[in-house]
């Protein structure tokens, strides 16, 4: 299983980012794929998910719903995460994950692999 992601950076409050997972290694369409971040000194928290195929679940963390939008693209699997509106709470380590299964959640534990990361900055 790999997840490589891309798309993080330094950016002002009130602009956007997309970032990009390409999943392989496994059949991607079986699984929920989505989004955590871990800020300094927090814990990992789910800021959005898509599901697999007949799975249940997609969901938005409260704090950016609205502004974040989830995609997902097959040949090569892939999942976006566009971010507008970006605020400097924003500002944490962007981490994607592959689910146990096809159905989203907000729980590190229903998470079987983890990409390494990518550092999003909301700065003025």
């Known amino acids: 299983v790999q997840l490589v992601e891309s798309g993080g950076g330094l950016v002002r409050p009130g602009d956007s980012l997309e970032l990009s997972c390409v999943a392989s290694?496994?059949?991607?369409?079986?699984?929920?794929i989505g989004w955590f971040r871990q800020a300094p000194g927090k814990e990992r928290e789910g800021v959005s998910c898509?599901?697999?195929?007949?799975?249940?679940?997609?969901y938005y963390a409260d704090s950016v719903s609205g502004r974040f939008t989830i995609s997902r693209m097959n040949n090569p699997s892939t999942v976006n995460l566009d971010m507008h509106g970006l605020k400097v709470e924003n500002t944490a380590v962007y981490y994607c994950?592959?689910?146990?299964?096809?159905?989203?959640?907000?729980?590190?534990?229903?998470?079987?692999?983890w990409g390494p990361g990518t550092q999003v900055t909301v700065s003025s």
């Open positions: 994950a592959r689910y146990r299964a096809k159905d989203c959640s907000r729980s590190v534990d229903d998470v079987a692999n």
């Open positions: 898509f599901r697999g195929r007949d799975g249940t679940g997609n």
């Open positions: 290694g496994f059949t991607a369409d079986d699984y929920a």
